[in-house]
């Protein structure tokens, strides 16, 4: 897998969004997530957007995170949210999404950000027991979806000896 920093608006990126959205449509059927997000979120040093490639260079799975600091919407000065971890239905199973985690921690401690934080939903038991494992725990509510009942919100703390000091997502 080649994990590769690309703008929010790549075409791959528009894409594997435009699945996830299908995926969230089919498991909450609302439309898709509904969070405001823009190009400029993930430029860094304010955050950062990956897509993993196979080795067809086809793109098989994506994440990012974005500063945040503390809102009327729950978040904490230091927070890196974690937005639109997906991996290709033919391509799961395979520690993708584990990888791309560590890829998006590592790159968001090295910004400088002090927790990654992240919400998900009661339909995505997979995302639930992949961030558990990786020693994410429940945390106060955020975001968009911060007072719907099926809304599950995590964070890490990202210290600096939680991680190295090198920069594998970028270039």
């Given at each position: 897998?080649n994990i590769r920093t690309v703008a929010f608006d790549h075409p791959d990126?528009?894409?594997?969004?435009?699945?996830?959205?299908?995926?969230?449509?089919?498991?909450?059927?609302?439309?898709?997530?509904?969070?405001?997000?823009?190009?400029?979120?993930?430029?860094?040093?304010?955050?950062?957007?990956?897509?993993?490639?196979?080795?067809?260079?086809?793109?098989?799975?994506?994440?990012?995170?974005?500063?945040?600091?503390?809102?009327?919407?729950?978040?904490?000065?230091?927070?890196?949210?974690?937005?639109?971890?997906?991996?290709?239905?033919?391509?799961?199973?395979?520690?993708?999404?584990?990888?791309?985690?560590?890829?998006?921690?590592?790159?968001?401690?090295?910004?400088?950000?002090?927790?990654?934080?992240?919400?998900?939903?009661?339909?995505?038991?997979?995302?639930?027991?992949?961030?558990?494992?990786?020693?994410?725990?429940?945390?106060?509510?955020?975001?968009?979806?911060?007072?719907?009942?099926?809304?599950?919100?995590?964070?890490?703390?990202?210290?600096?000896?939680?991680?190295?000091?090198?920069?594998?997502?970028?270039?």
């Open positions: 897998m990126a528009v894409k594997l969004n435009n699945e996830v959205q299908a995926e969230y449509q089919l498991r909450y059927g609302d439309g898709g997530d509904a969070t405001v997000l823009d190009t400029a979120d993930f430029e860094p040093p304010n955050g950062v957007y990956l897509i993993a490639y196979d080795e067809s260079d086809r793109p098989v799975a994506t994440g990012g995170w974005r500063s945040q600091d503390a809102n009327g919407e729950g978040n904490e000065d230091g927070d890196a949210e974690l937005k639109r971890m997906f991996v290709i239905e033919g391509m799961r199973g395979r520690g993708l999404a584990r990888r791309m985690l560590t890829a998006l921690e590592d790159d968001a401690r090295v910004a400088g950000r002090l927790r990654m934080v992240l919400e998900t939903g009661t339909k995505q038991p997979e995302a639930i027991a992949l961030y558990t494992s990786s020693g994410y725990e429940p945390c106060t509510k955020f975001g968009y979806y911060r007072h719907y009942e099926s809304s599950r919100c995590f964070a890490k703390a990202l210290g600096a000896d939680s991680g190295n000091d090198e920069d594998p997502a970028r270039p």
